[in-house]
């Protein structure tokens, strides 16, 4: 399916990303996709705010899939999600995992699709039906659709219609509609089903493409694409081809490969039903062959028959009969493709995910987590005595997840975990916050007595060595202290404690900051 993610403007706060911004919003509208994600790396390199900085770099990586650059934007999404995730951006993060989940399909890799599509859907799950949230609504929509989950697909963007604020996203939203239905009418069995999502498919392109509206270059070609083969399959030739041509002129001279391989088809398709034109084999040919190598064969259906006929007309039986055969495996593989399955694998990865929700410990390292924090912290809080109250973050891990895995990232966090809780006394307290980050709570603590509590973990963990990581690597602790008590609310002490560590890691890192 192409990709239609969209993203709208969300400046940042330099005047000189601002106006690179715009630059690259009005590049994408043209077409120049890569101008466009050149721009929006050079802005976010010019964003202070990291949310901000975030979702420049999330627009990057969906103007490189639009030019098939999928293997760039994947490593891009993969960065984005790695720090959305550990300062928990959700908009960000389900927009990442929506990136990696393209790049899982594509290479066949379904389990882990399914795993991260799991975590996606859940995150999508908690965001409120706002304008502000259409973004990553719609992508959401454009990855279901890649995983083959049309219909849950046609319902995400149902969803972004109803946020959308504007007609350039309902425009955009229709466009996306439109491929949505045209491949769910492929899968269809049903005759007068079919027919019907044919149907909703080209109403939906027709609103994409309303004159009045937005000029943007991939709504446009991704509707008029869909449109000629779908206006092909039921009969309206002439205007078929219209499309087709108009589509593949526009996807030919901005690079968008797979919109071209569906208008062709639609050409193709139209051009031999209206004329019987044998000629037209070599346009078949060559849409199969480019559709193979972009792994849009299954998408290709109705094509396969029309090359199938054309043989046939020519006397060429028995390769009439080798393109029958592929093109009944193919019809297997679609009908045997495990949808469902995968499907029902995401549902229960969704449902794993609330109930861990729900739980208040963590459970990679067993630790308190930070739904148990909240009640936690009230309660050492609730009297006249000090409370110290530290974030620790590791400086370095994010080298350990990039250059060793992440499962050995994990090991990491395990054995960091038993330290701080070998620290602890009887009545203190340590938590994992997310990622890399730990709190310690101290109860009846001064701050000269935490510093000697937090001197010792710093020191621990700068003389560990950790399993599986060469001995000369070594990571450090940053640790950001506040003291509260009875007047001083739990959100103000980890404000505070954040701050703190924040001073710490600007300081040079591995050391302690007081807050």
């Known amino acids: 399916m192409a990709d239609t993610r969209r993203v709208t403007d969300h400046p940042g706060d330099e005047r000189s990303a601002q106006r690179l911004q715009q630059d690259a919003i009005d590049a994408r509208r043209s077409g120049r996709f890569q101008e466009a994600a050149l721009l929006f790396a050079r802005a976010a390199d010019l964003t202070p705010d990291e949310q901000a900085r975030l979702n420049l770099q999330i627009r990057q990586a969906c103007c490189l899939l639009a030019v098939e650059c999928y293997d760039e934007a994947a490593a891009l999404a993969t960065v984005i999600a ?8 959700l908009p960000e993060l389900a927009d990442a995992l929506g990136v990696i989940v393209d790049h899982l399909v594509r290479s066949n890799r379904l ?16 965001l409120p039906n706002e304008p502000s949230n259409y973004d990553v609504i719609h992508n959401m ?71 009045a509206g937005a000029r943007e270059v991939m709504s446009m070609c991704t509707a008029l694409a869909h449109r000629s083969m779908m206006l092909a399959e039921i009969g309206h030739y002439q205007a078929a081809v219209n499309d087709a041509k108009e589509a593949r ?40 062959a480019l559709g193979a190598e972009l792994n849009l064969t299954g998408h290709l259906g109705p094509l396969q028959a029309v090359e199938v006929e054309i043989l046939w007309e020519l006397g060429r039986h028995d390769d009439a009969r080798a393109a029958l055969e592929r093109q009944q495996r193919d019809t297997l593989r679609r009908l045997h493709d495990e949808r469902a399955a995968r499907w029902e694998h995401v549902r229960l990865g969704v449902e794993h995910l609330r109930v861990e929700a729900l739980s208040t410990s963590d459970p990679l390292t067993g630790l308190p ?68 980050e730990f709190v310690m709570v101290l109860r009846d603590t001064s701050p000269g007595d935490a510093r000697s509590v937090f001197e ?38 980890l404000a505070d404690a954040a701050d703190a560590l924040q001073e710490a890691k600007r300081g040079g890192r591995d050391r302690i900051c007081f807050r």
């Open 82 to 89: 790695d720090r959305a995730r550990h300062e928990h951006y």
């Open 111 to 126: 389990a882990e699709a399914a795993h991260a599509l799991s975590e996606a859907m859940y995150l999508l799950d908690r």
């Open 141 to 211: 929509g454009v990855t279901y659709a890649h995983s083959g989950f049309t219909e849950a697909s046609l319902e995400l963007f149902d969803r972004a219609l109803r946020v959308a604020d504007n007609d350039d996203d309902r425009q955009f939203t229709y466009a996306s509609m439109t491929s949505a239905y045209h491949y769910s009418a492929q899968r269809e069995p049903d005759v007068l089903e079919r027919n019907r999502l044919l149907h909703d498919g080209v109403y939906a392109a027709t609103a994409a493409l309303d004159p």
């Open 249 to 288: 002129r526009m996807a030919s001279e901005h690079g968008m490969i797979e919109e071209q391989v569906i208008a062709m088809s639609g050409e193709a398709i139209a051009r031999w039903r209206a004329d019987h034109d044998v000629e037209v084999l070599g346009l078949v040919s060559d849409t199969l």
């Open 369 to 436: 987590n930070r739904r148990h924090l909240d009640t936690l912290l009230p309660e050492a809080l609730d009297g006249t005595a000090p409370v110290c109250v530290a974030i620790i973050d590791l400086d370095g891990f994010k080298q350990v997840n990039d250059e060793y895995g992440y499962l050995l990232g994990d090991s990491v966090l395990q054995e960091v975990a038993g330290l701080l809780e070998r620290v602890c006394r009887r009545n203190d307290a340590v938590v994992r916050l997310g990622g890399d």
């Open 456 to 493: 010792r973990v710093r020191q621990l963990v700068a003389a560990r060595t950790f399993h599986g990581l060469p001995s000369a690597l070594r990571l450090t602790a940053s640790i950001g202290v506040a003291v509260g008590s009875a007047p001083v609310d739990r959100t103000r002490v």
